[in-house]
């Protein structure tokens, strides 16, 4: 089944202590980008890799970094977490540059809670 | 850069009733795609609906429609014969049709339907 996941599904932690998201696409997609949302806000983008190696900050990208390491992986790492990204992180995923207007499928979301 | 608005924060409708959901968006390009995603409480993001700004014909998918206007840059769904399973927030997003850069999504804030039975 196509799909993309995304692990952990809710995570409560604290201030300062490092933390990773994962993000797994079984789709051969080139394009993956991570997404938060919040109330009131819609999603915006964080960082977004158009292939292996290349990765790029979007809209709101202090306070977190991201790797691309392989095609099906994209993490999203937090190393300082502090309350205000407490959030609902998205992953998603198309494929690149056929034409344009490949469809974003989604992750089922992750909810980070950080006191 | 483009930004998408979403007038509406709720909005709600008896079953079996038609709806329609409002987007607007700006933008200089000429080319591009708009989308509707629904988000139902299980926060899942679904697409409904893809519209290509350079196809004048409305796109549908069953019981969903749009109405796209491209000079007054306004992208509204219907729903029709709306269900309890239509429920959820609708997000209204644009993409740019270049290949060549980022192809983020930028949403609207979102409209809350709710179904009334």
């Known amino acids: 089944e196509a799909q993309v996941t995304q692990n952990p599904r809710y995570l409560i932690t604290v201030t300062g202590k490092k933390l990773t998201v994962t993000c797994s696409q079984n789709?051969?997609?080139?394009?993956m980008s991570w997404y938060r949302q919040d109330p009131g806000l819609g999603l915006r983008q964080i960082y977004y890799s158009m292939n292996v190696e290349v990765t790029d900050k979007g809209d709101v990208p202090e306070g977190y970094k991201v790797s691309r390491k392989e095609k099906r992986n994209f993490p999203l790492i937090l190393e300082s977490p502090s309350p205000n990204q407490t959030s609902l992180y998205f992953c998603?995923?198309?494929?690149?540059?056929?034409?344009?207007?490949?469809?974003?499928?989604f992750g089922p979301g992750t909810r980070l809670l950080v006191l | 850069a483009q930004t998408v608005t979403q007038s509406q924060p709720e909005m709600s409708v008896q079953e079996a009733e038609t709806v329609t959901l409002s987007c607007t968006y700006d933008t200089s390009e000429s080319d591009y795609y708009l989308f509707w995603y629904k988000q139902p409480p299980s926060r899942q993001m679904i697409l409904v609906i893809r519209?290509?700004?350079?196809?004048?014909q409305n796109a549908t998918e069953n019981r969903f429609s749009v109405n796209f206007q491209k000079a007054a840059k306004s992208f509204s769904l219907k729903i029709s014969d709306s269900q309890l399973g239509d429920a959820a927030m609708y997000f209204c997003?644009?993409?740019?049709?270049?290949?060549?850069?980022?192809?983020?999504?930028?949403f609207g804030t979102g409209t809350r339907l709710t179904i009334i039975p």
């Open positions: 997003a644009y993409r740019s049709a270049s290949t060549f850069g980022n192809e983020k999504l930028t």
């Open positions: 519209q290509e700004a350079y196809k004048q």
């Open positions: 789709m051969n997609h080139e394009y």
């Open positions: 998603a995923s198309s494929f690149h540059g056929l034409g344009g207007g490949e469809t974003q499928y």
